[in-house]
Each structure stands twice: as C-alpha cells, then as structure tokens.
C-alpha cells in the first residue's frame, strides 16, 4: 500500500482499475482501496460454486468492435468468441409448445426498438408510454425491458435508452469477464478489505476516513456503484451539492440477478439455439424467464432476472431464486430434468453491501443528469463508473473508460501534466 499517495482511489472495480491503470501509466503515485475481498465490483468470474466458471454480472463484450477491454482481452490472450453469435433467431417455449421466432419480426424484439426510437425521436418519456399493457406479450416484453435496462418499463426513460451506443457486435467471454477485469489490476497498489466511511475535502487535498485508518492525498476518484452514494454510504465533507444530489435520485441503479444450474450432463444437447425464453401467457400470474443454455458447451444453465422481480427474488434468498428458476425449467423440459441438476448456486447483488443493484438507468424525462456525474465535486473529487459514461452506461468498458478520465482529471487537479491518454496501454 503506497503510504503518501498523491492520487487515492475509492473502489476495485472495473472503474477504478482503468483509473489505476492511468495513474501508473502517468507514474503518478496511487493506491486503491476496496472494501470488499475482491478486485473486479460488478464483474465476477466464479469457478467454484458450481464446477464450472459463469460470471456473476458482465460476461459480454459489447460494441465488441469499438470495446477497449476486448482489445484489452486480445492482448492478453483472454478467450472470447471473436465474432456475435450467428443467431438471427431464438426459441421460446410459450403456451405449452416450442414456437422459433426471427428477431427481425418478433413482436418483443420490434417493440424493444420502438422504446429506443421513441429517444432517437427527441422524446424523454417511459418505455412504459409507448408500450401495449393489454397485448398477452407485455409480460415477456416488460421482462426483456427489465433485462436490459435493468428497471422496469415506467422506470426507463427512452432518450437514456437512446443514448446507449451499441453497434450490435456483442461478444460472449469464454474466460469470463471478472476475470478478464481481474487480470487487468495485477501489479497495481490495491488495499482489499478496507471500507472508506468519510471524504473531506481540504485545502489543498482530500482526506479519508476508513477503517483502516486515515489516508490523505490531492486528490480522489470515487469509482463506486451509484447506489452507495444514492445512499450516503461515503459521508462528503463538506457536503455533496444539491445538483449532485438531484443526480442521484434522477439516475438510479436497477435490479439483475441470475440462478445458475450445473448438469450431470449436457441435457440441451440438440437445441440448437443456445438461448431460451420460458413464458405462459394464459396464467397473467406467471413470470416469464430467459435461460441461456450450455454456454461455451458447458453443461450449465443460466437464468436472468432484473428490475422489482428480481429485488424481490434477492429479497426471498436464494432458495426461492433457485425454487423459481428450476420449476420454470421444467415447464419447458419436463420434470426430469430435476433429477440431472448436481449444483445450483445464485448472486446476490441486490443485497450486497457495496454494490446494491444491477446498472444505471434515468428516470423518464432526466436523461440529461447524467452529465452531473462527469463534474468535479469540489474541484479534488472526481467519480467514475458506468452511471458516468454518457454512452456506454451499464457496462463495464464503461466504467473502465470512465476511471482513465477520471484519472487525467485528478492529475490535473493535483498539479500533474497527464498528456494524452493511452486507454489500451497495459504494463510490461
């Protein structure tokens, strides 16, 4: 741990590491320190729970072409499929039958769009308004909304939706995301287990109060999920401005869990299409689910959740989770299938202390307070993370791209010239 930094980095995610990674780049001395016993925040790659490794949160490349962390992957070999999967179309077992739907006509594929239009339009307003609650196909769609946007069709504001830039390569990591994120901190000065309670902005610099006692520097990147400072987890002295404030209750993290299956075998050998959504529009009452199936050819089934459905899932505990994901299996692939599954196992983001959520999402009508995150607080504290990037929000380059300008900005403030930045540079 760098005992007299000149830079202090709050959080080891995604975020954070790309600030770590600029500041060593610029020979700037540094230390980050994250509460948890982890590097990586919201991506996590877990190779124990259920025999086989499958990531927690991120586990695409998206914008793969345009992404710095594929680049990132490509140079240190880290395997990812090199090219979006050739699936034009997908299978949902719906009513008691297995129907192929073509995503260019697909009515919640079309719909999906439409909320995107609706923002490229010049209309801040919820997906919710240009959405048909009495078709029998909203529940699936409000379900693939909350997927996506992690928050529910009257929480998302469709300019935000807009906003998002995606050029539709999107690239699944075979070695796992987390542990991509993982491979890009070693070397770095990290300090895990160490909670920051308290900033106070000084005259000529910051000091922290954790509980590991006090650090002080010229500067600091708060590279924290949006909802510890949603909820004033990190105590700013003296105060956060009411414009910061606003921002945070304007654009709020969502909800995303998943339930993880692992086979005595490869039990969806033969489906051909490794992706799958389980629905039953005659019972209003049911939820919909969507699995991916064996990814890479592992035996292991993936279940996605997000929005209020799936806080309220994290809130029921992981028996419920699990309860819920392996009866929505057997609906579509019998109650046999019960007797293939060896292990299970789900996350637990919701209700963990120091992420809280899934990604970042306005309100209807508030794309815009995004832009707040990106200002300097008191001239010595910048913030980095999904919730800042203006156009690749909810992900993890992101956060990454977010944290190295963050990282110029702090050096500035602490009297550093940082020049240009080099987002693909690693050290050697």
Not at 136 to 159: E, G, K, V
Not at 162 to 168: E, I, L, Q
Not at 193 to 221: M, P
Not at 262 to 282: C, L, M, T, Y
Request: charged fraction near 20%.
């Amino acid at each position: 741990m760098v005992q007299n930094p000149d830079i202090v980095i709050v959080g080891a995610g995604a975020a954070g590491i790309g600030a770590g990674l600029g500041l060593t780049r610029l020979g700037i001395p540094h230390v980050i320190l994250e509460a948890k016993q982890r590097v990586g925040g919201r991506a996590f790659s877990d190779t124990s729970s259920i025999g086989h490794l499958w990531d927690h949160g991120a586990h695409w490349l998206h914008s793969g072409d345009v992404n710095v962390l594929r680049f990132m992957a490509e140079k240190l070999k880290h395997k990812f499929r090199p090219e979006t999967p050739a699936v034009t179309s997908f299978r949902s077992f719906i009513d008691g039958q297995w129907k192929v739907s073509e995503f260019a006509t697909d009515y919640v594929w079309t719909k999906l769009e439409e909320i995107v239009e609706a923002g490229r339009n010049g209309r801040d307003v919820s997906a919710e308004s240009v959405l048909d609650r009495s078709h029998a196909m909203y529940p699936l769609l409000r379900h693939w909304c909350q997927l996506m946007y992690s928050n529910d069709p009257n929480d998302i504001s469709t300019r935000d939706a807009a906003n998002y830039s995606d050029s539709h390569v999107n690239l699944p990591v075979e070695d796992g995301y987390g542990a991509l994120v993982a491979r890009l901190s070693r070397g770095l000065p990290i300090k895990l287990g160490v909670t920051v309670k308290s900033i106070e902005v000084l005259g000529g610099g910051v000091r922290l109060g954790t509980n590991a006692g006090t650090v002080t520097a010229k500067a600091c990147i708060l590279a924290v999920p949006a909802r510890m400072m949603e909820r004033q987890r990190i105590a700013i002295k003296p105060g956060l401005p009411a414009t910061l404030h606003q921002a945070f209750a304007e654009v709020t993290m969502g909800y995303g869990e998943k339930v993880a299956l692992a086979f005595d075998r490869k039990v969806f050998d033969g489906f051909e299409i490794p992706f799958a959504d389980v629905f039953d529009p005659v019972v209003p009452e049911t939820k919909p689910l969507n699995f991916e199936l064996h990814p890479f050819g592992r035996p292991i089934a993936v279940a996605h959740v997000g929005g209020s459905f799936a806080r309220e899932l994290a809130q029921a505990g992981p028996a419920v989770m699990t309860a819920f994901a392996i009866d929505t299996l057997v609906k579509a692939f019998g109650a046999d299938i019960r007797q293939r599954i060896v292990a299970s196992a789900t996350t637990g983001w919701t209700m963990d202390a120091h992420i809280g959520g899934a990604y970042s999402g306005a309100a209807p009508g508030r794309a815009g307070s995004r832009k707040i995150f990106s200002e300097p607080v008191h001239e010595r504290l910048f913030m980095a993370g999904e919730h800042v990037h203006q156009h690749y929000m909810a992900t993890a380059h992101g956060a990454y791209e977010t944290g190295l300008d963050a990282a110029h900005k702090a050096a500035a403030a602490a009297g550093f010239s940082a020049g240009p930045k080099d987002p693909l540079w690693l050290p050697s």
